[in-house]
C-alpha cells in the first residue's frame, strides 16, 4: 500500500482531436507563457546570436578585442600555441644556421668556432630559442662574434618575442581584470511589482549589490521589449521603448550601498499608461534593465543586466523591507530581498485611474468654487445678488403664467 501511495504510475489519457482542440483557455494561456523567447536573460545574457556575417576579416582588424572575448579554454589554447610555435620557429632558424655553417659536422672539433656554442642538435637549438626569447640564459649554449647571421636572428627574435609577450600578456591580463565577474555580485529581484505609490501607480524592482566595495557613478536605465505595428503598417520586431526611472529628477544616479527599490511612474508618457491588470498577462513584452557603474577597486567601467517578462511583473503586490536597524549599524537581510507581500491596488490601468479620479474631481471643485466665491463677496454685493435672484425667479414665473394665458387663448379661438 505504502509502495503504492508514494510511487503511482499514472497515465495521462489521450484524449481526441476534438478534445485537444477544447482546451481550457488557461492552459492554453500556461502554454503561451512558457513559449516566450526571452531577448535578455536574467543573468544578463544577450539571447541575439548573429550568422550569416559575410565580412568576417574586421574581427581579424580588431584581433585584441577578438581573443579577449574568446571562452577561458580557447584563450588560453592561444596562448599556449602563440609561444609554442614562435620557440619552434626560432629554434628551427637557429638550427638551420648551424647546419649551414657545418657547426653541426664541427661538433667535437675544438679549433672550429661554432655560431652558438654547445648546440649539437634542434632539441638544443630548441632550448636555445627559449633561453633567448624568455632572457633566461643558463650560460651553457652562448652566440659567438663570428657568427653575423646569428646576431641578426638574435635582434630579430628579441624585438619579436617583446611583441609577443605584450600582446599575448596584455590580453591574459585584460581577460583576468574583465569586470564581469564583478557584475555577478550586482542582483536583481526575481519579479517586478505595480502597486499604488503616493497615490499614483508605479512599476518597481529591486537592486542590490553583495560587496562591501560600492560602484561608483552607479546608474540604471530601463528598456521594454516589444513588438509594434505602425500606423503604415510596417512591423518593428523586437522595438525598444525607454522606461523613465527618475533620468528628469536624478533618481537614476543610485547611492548603491544597500538595497534600492527603483520605481517608474506609470503616467501619459509611460508605455504602460493604457495597460490594466487583465491586459497585463496577455501581452507579449519584456523589461531590460541595466546598471552601470564603476569599480571601486579597478575603475573599470561594470555593466549588469536582467530582465522581466510579462508573467514576472505582479500587480498589486510590493516589496518586503530588508533594512533594519541594529545596534550602531544598519543591517540587510538579503534573504527577504526577492520576497513580496500583497496589497489593495486598482486593477484597471493608469488612465482608467486618472479619468476616474478627473471625474471624482471635478463636481466638488466647481462647488466650492462656488461656495468660495460667494462667502467671498461682501453683505451688499450678497444682498444684491439674491435681489437679483429672486427677479430673475419672479420674471421667469411671470413669462411662464403669460406663455399659458397665450396658450389658453389660442386654444378658445381654435375651438
Not at 544577450?46 to 577561458?72: A, M, P, S
Not at 520605481?263 to 509611460?270: A, D, K, L, R, V
Not at 510590493?318 to 489593495?344: A, C, K, M, Q, W
Not at 474631481?361 to 460667494?374: G, N, V
Request: proline share 3%.
Amino acid at each position: 500500500m505504502e509502495q503504492d501511495v508514494e510511487s503511482p504510475i499514472i497515465r495521462k489519457p489521450k484524449l481526441p482531436k476534438q478534445a485537444r482542440e477544447d482546451l481550457p483557455k488557461h492552459l492554453a494561456e500556461i502554454d503561451r507563457v512558457k513559449k516566450i523567447q526571452r531577448y535578455v536573460q536574467k543573468d544578463g545574457k544577450c539571447n541575439v546570436h548573429h550568422g550569416n556575417v559575410r565580412e568576417t576579416y574586421r574581427y581579424l582588424t580588431d584581433i585584441f578585442t577578438t581573443l579577449v572575448d574568446l571562452k577561458w579554454r580557447f584563450n588560453l589554447f592561444i596562448f599556449v600555441l602563440v609561444y609554442t610555435v614562435t620557440w619552434l620557429f626560432f629554434g628551427f632558424m637557429w638550427w638551420l644556421i648551424a647546419y649551414l655553417r657545418g657547426d653541426l659536422d664541427h661538433i667535437a672539433d675544438n679549433q672550429w668556432t661554432p655560431c652558438v656554442n654547445n648546440l649539437n642538435g634542434f632539441v638544443s637549438a630548441f632550448l636555445f630559442s627559449i633561453e633567448t626569447e624568455t632572457t633566461i640564459g643558463y650560460g651553457y649554449r652562448v652566440i659567438t662574434d663570428k657568427c653575423p647571421e646569428g646576431i641578426v636572428l638574435l635582434l630579430v627574435q628579441s624585438v619579436l618575442g617583446s611583441i609577443v609577450n605584450a600582446f599575448m600578456v596584455g590580453c591574459m591580463f585584460v581577460k583576468i581584470s574583465q569586470p564581469k565577474k564583478r557584475a555577478e555580485t550586482l542582483v536583481f529581484s526575481t519579479n517586478a511589482v505595480i502597486s499604488m505609490r503616493d497615490g499614483r501607480l508605479c512599476l518597481m524592482f529591486r537592486v542590490g549589490d553583495l560587496r562591501n566595495s560600492h560602484i561608483v557613478e552607479a546608474s540604471i536605465r530601463a528598456k521594454l521589449i516589444k513588438s509594434k505595428q505602425t500606423k503604415e503598417g510596417e512591423f518593428i520586431p523586437l522595438n525598444q521603448t525607454d522606461i523613465n526611472v527618475g533620468y528628469n529628477t536624478g533618481d537614476d544616479r543610485l547611492f548603491l550601498v544597500s538595497p534600492l527599490i527603483i520605481c517608474h511612474e506609470i503616467n501619459q508618457n509611460s508605455p504602460f499608461w493604457d495597460i490594466s491588470q487583465a491586459h497585463l498577462s496577455k501581452e507579449e513584452l519584456e523589461i531590460v534593465v541595466i546598471l552601470e557603474g564603476m569599480v571601486e577597486a579597478t575603475g573599470m567601467t561594470c555593466q549588469a543586466r536582467s530582465s522581466y517578462v510579462s508573467s514576472e511583473i505582479k500587480w498589486g503586490y510590493r516589496f518586503t523591507p530588508v533594512l533594519t536597524l541594529e545596534d550602531g549599524f544598519y543591517e540587510v537581510d538579503y534573504n527577504s530581498f526577492h520576497d513580496i507581500y500583497e496589497t489593495d491596488t486598482p486593477t484597471c490601468s493608469a488612465k482608467e485611474l486618472a479619468d476616474m479620479a478627473n471625474r471624482a474631481r471635478l463636481p466638488l471643485t466647481w462647488s466650492l468654487a462656488s461656495k468660495l466665491s460667494q462667502q467671498g463677496l461682501p453683505e451688499s454685493e450678497q444682498e444684491g445678488q439674491e435681489t437679483k435672484t429672486n427677479l430673475d425667479e419672479q420674471g421667469k414665473s411671470e413669462k411662464t403664467e403669460r406663455n399659458g394665458d397665450i396658450a389658453n387663448l389660442e386654444s378658445e379661438s381654435k375651438v
